[in-house]
């Protein structure tokens, strides 16, 4: 089954290591590969809370700061632990939901935009131009001017971590989409596909990794674009509850709070990034993840 | 010199008269486009709820607020971000070239990387907020910002150095540093500038979310100030500077760039 969509792209690669590759490395290979990526996520915690608890005693201000064991303490052994986790629960949920939301809608779009974009070439020279100046603009510093726009509930935090999201997908996912060695494209042609078909098998998995590497970038950011939106706009969810800890100096809520949506920002990142090992391995053997 | 640069792949069966148009005008009339759009969507929708301010309305608040609302405002923000950038990017560099240097660190350190990357700006900003006052709040979040796209830009970057020339500075007997010195740096120019370039908008960025918590002056604070006093056009107008700023910052860097190692634009086409 994979052969069949990586068919089109082996026979005329240049290189000999792609070539070597065809067949695409074992099952085997996958699971160590991700195990390795799932392994490194595990050490990132440990010595993220060793950093965490030195930068706390470093400080020194025992007023402001606490430590890991305080945040699990908080969280499981104190007298109303149990609240206090029914309470990040709600809170984490409505944030999951929102960034997701948004997340996907992004993505989504950036995907469909892109396919436009390569298929017809007048649409993207008219506004990539735009969407390459948007990419470099801090979208999520406008979140007040989003919440005008859109109001006061849902639909503005899903824009907020929709937009986040799809300009550098789009802008990512099109450059790859164009970056398909030519002669791919030609042999293509030469077998009487047309330009969807092309798009279809040749372009779109070769794009994969592009739109990985995207989508694992995108996903802290969009869950930042969703608790700042839910700060200024709704009311609701983590966003809300962190800022209103610190304004009411509820510290231990606070750090527990920060904890959390840091926490969960990691495991995103290391699903994203444990899948993607899995789509490089299939899609693009020859090259490995460069980047963390 | 861009109209060069994209006409040979925009010609494939395209009809002649087309290959003369330079290669910025297409972007320049969607962009005039998307602008005559706004003006009809602020207009037409601008009746029942008004929440689009028209681009000619944004002109005329300008105009009737003036230079002196935006200026203190601007600078503030600025400030803190340029020493977030100035703080992260030299750390980050610093960092990239020891890990070079020293992989032993790199395997520890660099997984801590990525969990500042995580790390969502918006959730230590209050507790930045309670330990620091005053400026040095969003200077850390800025820093944090800028932080983890510089150092892979120049890991990346350092990492690209061509084999050849090391294997000589090895020859003539230079070690690690030498090597550092006179063939990495350089070597890293091309992709550390792609990663400066992100930095000057993502600084704003954390700039602007530190003053969201609450500060005296600077872009973040009046565009809350305005978005709660429902004040539509001068939401809409800081927004715009906000974005400007973030536009200029970008273009500066490329510029330095052009200035500072113009073989390293050359090299990335």
């Known amino acids: 089954m994979t052969m069949a969509t990586t068919t089109p792209d082996a026979p005329i690669a240049s290189t000999p290591t792609t070539v070597v590759a065809f067949n695409g490395p074992d099952t085997w290979t996958i699971v160590k590969r991700v195990a390795r990526v799932l392994l490194g996520g595990l050490i990132s915690f440990a010595i993220a809370m060793l950093v965490w608890w030195i930068l706390v005693k470093l400080v020194d201000k025992p007023r402001q700061t606490r430590t890991p064991g305080d945040v699990f303490a908080y969280l499981f052994t104190d007298k109303g632990a149990a609240a206090n986790r029914q309470e990040m629960l709600e809170s984490g949920k409505i944030t999951l939901r929102d960034a997701a939301l948004g997340f996907f809608a992004g993505t989504v779009a950036a995907v469909i935009t892109s396919c436009i974009f390569v298929l017809k070439r007048g649409v993207e020279q008219a506004t990539m131009p735009l969407a390459m100046a948007l990419r470099t603009v801090p979208l999520v510093a406008i979140t007040p001017l989003i919440a005008l726009i859109f109001g006061r509930d849902l639909l503005a935090v899903t824009v907020i971590a929709g937009i986040v999201t799809f300009f550098p997908t789009l802008v990512n996912v099109t450059l790859s989409l164009r970056s398909v060695p030519s002669e791919q494209i030609d042999l293509m042609r030469a077998y009487g596909a047309n330009d969807r078909v092309t798009l279809l098998k040749v372009q779109f998995p070769s794009s994969l990794p592009a739109l990985f590497a995207s989508m694992r970038i995108a996903a802290p950011l969009a869950l930042i674009g969703a608790m700042l939106a839910e700060w200024l706009a709704t009311g609701k969810g983590m966003g809300y509850l962190i800022l209103q800890s610190g304004a009411t100096f509820k510290i231990d809520r606070l750090w527990a709070a920060t904890f959390l949506v840091t926490f969960a920002s990691v495991i995103l990142y290391t699903i994203i990034s444990a899948v993607e090992t899995v789509v490089l391995a299939r899609y693009a053997p020859g090259k490995s993840r460069k980047v963390l | ?269």
């Open chain 2, 1 to 269: 010199m861009t109209a060069v640069a994209t006409a040979p792949d925009s010609d494939r069966d395209e009809p002649r008269i087309k290959r003369e148009l330079p290669g910025w005008l297409p972007g320049l009339l969607g962009t005039v486009a998307i602008v005559i759009a706004w003006q009809l969507i602020a207009v037409l929708w601008g009746g029942e709820k008004h929440v689009v301010a028209s681009p000619t309305e944004i002109l005329q608040t300008y105009q009737k607020d003036g230079w002196g609302l935006y200026w203190p405002n601007i600078w503030q923000t600025v400030k803190e971000a340029a020493q977030g950038w100035f703080w992260g990017n030299l750390l980050a560099i610093v960092l990239a070239i020891v890990f070079v240097q020293v992989p032993v660190i790199e395997r520890g350190l660099l997984r801590l990387a990525v969990a500042s990357y995580c790390l969502p700006i918006i959730a230590i900003a209050p507790v930045l907020v309670i330990l620091y006052r005053g400026d040095t709040s969003k200077i850390i979040l800025a820093a944090l910002s800028v932080f983890f796209t510089t150092l892979i830009s120049m890991l990346v970057g350092l990492r690209a150095a061509d084999p050849a020339s090391l294997d000589l500075v090895h020859a003539y007997g230079g070690g690690s540093w030498m090597q550092m010195r006179k063939v990495r740096l350089q070597a890293s120019m091309p992709s550390l500038f792609v990663g400066l370039r992100i930095a000057a908008p993502a600084a704003l960025l954390g700039a602007i979310v530190g003053e969201y918590l609450g500060a005296d002056r600077g872009l973040g604070v009046v565009m809350i100030a305005s978005q709660s006093a429902i004040n539509v056009p001068r939401t809409w107008g800081i927004a715009l500077v906000a974005t400007a700023v973030a536009g200029a910052a970008y273009g500066l860097t490329a510029l330095v760039e052009r200035l500072v190692a113009p073989w390293a634009v050359k090299d990335r086409q």
